[in-house]
């Protein structure tokens, strides 16, 4: 589906190519077949780590690698604190380059600076752009099912909403809470290959959070 596309991307990228094996290629490809056929909206490095079973750590940093060649958006957003208000507050990656920058909540115009809710902000990982071809490995059933066949157990028994579930993992970390997004903190944690910023974006707030 993606797998050409993403295999370009790997053989053109140095930090991806050094620093990752080739075989995570085809997998993440399937990873994308599978998370869509379920319905479900965002790719989790979660789930993607159990699938190829790795780290989480290498997970998001290959995650992170592709949202930075444009083939991900990383989805910003926090919760308004506001007790009247439940409404995501979503941030742009132009809001992130200065912890100065004040954001407005369009429910309820609560104002928040950056540098106060930096260490609430959660990140989702969804595919640029959904095209036709997506469409139609969907609704292949041959291919949908080729995919699931290979598929970890689960990921197939895995409701799309759930959030408190965990699954055991073979050579990646022991247990892992099953979720979708992932923290900012944990993206500033794992933002840098050979001593670059895989999202240059983040580097002041990196500078910020290990102050």
């Not at 290498?58 to 208000?85: G, H, N, P, R, T």
């Amino acid at each position: 589906m993606y797998y050409e596309r993403l295999l370009r991307i790997f053989n053109s990228n140095k930090q991806l190519f050094n620093e990752f094996p080739i075989s995570l290629v085809a997998q993440l490809d399937d990873f994308i077949v599978l998370t869509y056929s379920l319905n479900r909206k965002y790719l989790s490095p979660f789930q993607f780590a159990n699938y190829a079973n790795i780290k989480f750590n290498v997970a998001l940093k290959f995650f992170m690698v592709f949202a930075s060649e444009e083939v991900f958006d990383m989805i910003y957003y926090f919760d308004c604190s506001s007790s009247q208000c439940k409404s995501y507050i979503y941030l742009s990656k132009e809001d992130l380059e200065d912890i100065d920058n004040v954001i407005y909540c369009d429910e309820c115009d609560k104002s928040y600076k950056i540098s106060d809710i930096v260490r609430f902000i959660k990140i989702n990982f969804t595919i640029k752009e959904l095209n036709e071809e997506m469409d139609n490995w969907l609704f292949d059933d041959n291919c949908t099912y080729d995919v699931l066949k290979r598929s970890s157990p689960s990921l197939k028994v895995q409701s799309p909403s759930s959030s408190g579930s965990q699954f055991e993992r073979g050579e990646g970390d022991k247990k892992q809470e099953l979720k979708n997004e992932v923290t900012l903190e944990e993206v500033v944690a794992q933002n840098e290959l050979n001593n670059e910023p895989i999202i240059k974006q983040l580097r002041s707030i990196s500078a910020f959070i290990h102050g």
